[in-house]
């Protein structure tokens, strides 16, 4: 028995990937190609002809957001999918954008849909975007809110503001974007996140 | 001859519990198992394609009133037009020297990114991103393209036609180990004084001179995308370089001829576990 020994990139402890050495299998690398492969969207060698147009910024960002979706796309459901979509572009709208603001940071993206993906199933975020291009996303359950900032390298700043009685509890914090839910518990995140 | 679930083969021997089939003039041989448990089959509701492409290249470079006049005609049925620019770079070590070289292109894509055409001076380029709506809808609009480009840019016959599908099969990472043949039925065959690799990737070709195809075939394990998820591609590039038609119906014929081969390579690349992941 053999086995291919790979770091998992969200930290939930070292998995094995297992090789069972099999009759079948070829190993085909080569250096060269004699037929060059089809290529497709994903490849990349071609760049955008940047006219430096603000326009051509926002569109560039927006549309390496949903091509970056289309790589999870076989794990979300079509209507968030598409509800992300419109909140996007209705964020991006180069009508109303203001000079100096920079267009959605993929990797903050992609921290939130991969938080959506793990834990944040079928919840329906509002989503907004900050000057610098970082990605918030609010969810409502009554009158208490819980607003996350998905920023890069698997990190997030939350807020809390819970109705206890006649008060309001507020609390914040900083942390990774895997320990989001150990750091909500007491302020029962599932009346968000749940949310059908 | 009957359907084996892979497609109409003829039925050579019954064994126990076994069935061994060929398909008459091709390279076909399948054993298929009476299994008790039907594992799902084609088409899965959540295909692990993350990519689909069609490549036609022509010998020639398309006249540049005409690629122009074609473009106009593609405008409205895409979201957006950005140009863009391939580099390809050749470089000569012992000389010291680099040459790049920019090819300019077009692409139209849907507003969500996931339909494109990708326009080159001498060549055409459909992409499907996933979701992978399925074959008919993705040859639809190939068809409805390919007709214009026909009628527009006054090409012949391509010197290549190439489909690509690249297959992503994300397994959930539950317990310690993941057992990576599970999924796939061709692996690297390791000597058992090679316990442990990091990492694997495997490329191999063959012709299917009846069919005047060759494939290629490559896997790899790849950075996965989704939490608590392993991933690995499956890659499929089936290409047709000789006696290639010029009229659209023989182009879509050939273009189905393909993609029947696409199918039964992946069908036998894969394994039952796999397709249950595909059919959740």
């Not at chain 2, 036609?56 to 473009?71: L, T």
């Not at chain 2, 214009?148 to 690249?166: C, D, E, N, V, Y």
């Not at chain 2, 490329?203 to 998820?229: D, K």
Request: hydrophobic share 40%.
């Amino acid at each position: 028995m053999s086995y291919v020994t790979i770091s998992p990139a969200y930290g939930r402890g070292k998995t094995r990937l297992l090789v069972r050495p099999s009759s079948g299998g070829q190993f085909g690398l080569r250096v060269e190609d004699i037929f060059k492969p089809t290529d497709g969207a994903l490849s990349d060698d071609r760049e955008q002809v940047t006219g430096n147009t603000l326009a051509e910024s926002i569109f560039e960002s927006l549309a390496n957001a949903k091509i970056w979706t289309s790589k999870v796309a076989m794990h979300m459901d079509m209507a968030n999918r598409d509800r992300f979509f419109r909140q996007l572009d209705r964020l991006h709208d180069a009508e109303e954008w203001m000079e100096g603001d920079q267009p959605v940071q993929l990797e903050t993206y992609k921290n939130f849909i991969r938080f959506m993906l793990s834990d944040g199933r079928d919840s329906k975020p509002s989503l907004a975007l900050s000057a610098d291009g970082v990605l918030t996303a609010i969810w409502v359950a009554g009158t208490d809110r819980l607003t996350v900032e998905f920023q890069r390298h698997n990190r997030v700043s939350w807020v809390v503001s819970n109705t206890i009685g006649p008060n309001v509890e507020r609390a914040a914090g900083i942390t990774s974007t895997d320990r989001l839910l150990t750091n909500l518990a007491p302020y029962e995140p599932r009346k968000w996140l749940a949310t059908k | 001859m009957e359907d084996c679930g892979y497609g109409i083969f003829q039925l050579l021997r019954v064994g126990r519990g076994c069935r061994l089939f060929a398909k008459p003039d091709s390279w076909s041989v399948m054993l298929v198992t009476d299994s008790p448990r039907q594992a799902p089959r084609p088409p899965y509701s959540l295909p692990p394609i993350i990519e689909a492409v069609i490549q036609i290249v022509y010998p020639d470079k398309f006249a540049a009133s005409r690629a122009d006049a074609f473009r106009s005609k593609l405008s409205p049925l895409y979201d957006s037009k950005t140009d863009l620019k391939q580099v390809t770079a050749h470089i000569e070590p012992e000389r010291r020297k680099a040459e790049f070289q920019d090819v300019p292109q077009t692409r139209f894509a849907s507003n969500d990114q996931t339909d494109a055409i990708v326009v080159s001076p001498d060549g055409l380029l459909w992409t499907r991103l996933a979701p992978y709506p399925g074959w008919d809808v993705f040859a639809e609009r190939v068809a409805r393209d390919l007709k214009l480009a026909i009628k527009h840019l006054s090409i012949g016959k391509p010197s290549r036609i190439g489909m690509r599908f690249i297959n992503r099969i994300d397994v959930p990472a539950t317990g310690d180990v993941v057992r990576y043949e599970d999924y796939l039925a061709i692996n690297i065959d390791l000597p058992p004084q090679i316990s442990s690799v990091d990492n694997y990737g495997w490329r191999f070709e063959c012709p299917f001179p009846t069919l005047g195809l060759r494939a290629v075939l490559q896997s790899a394990v790849v950075e996965p995308e989704v939490p608590s998820h392993l991933s690995f591609l499956l890659d499929i590039d089936v290409i047709a370089m000789n006696e290639l038609p010029a009229d659209l119906d023989s182009m879509l014929s050939h273009l189905e001829k393909m993609r029947t081969l696409k199918n039964e390579l992946f069908e036998l690349s894969i394994r039952d576990k796999a397709r249950e992941q595909f059919s959740r």
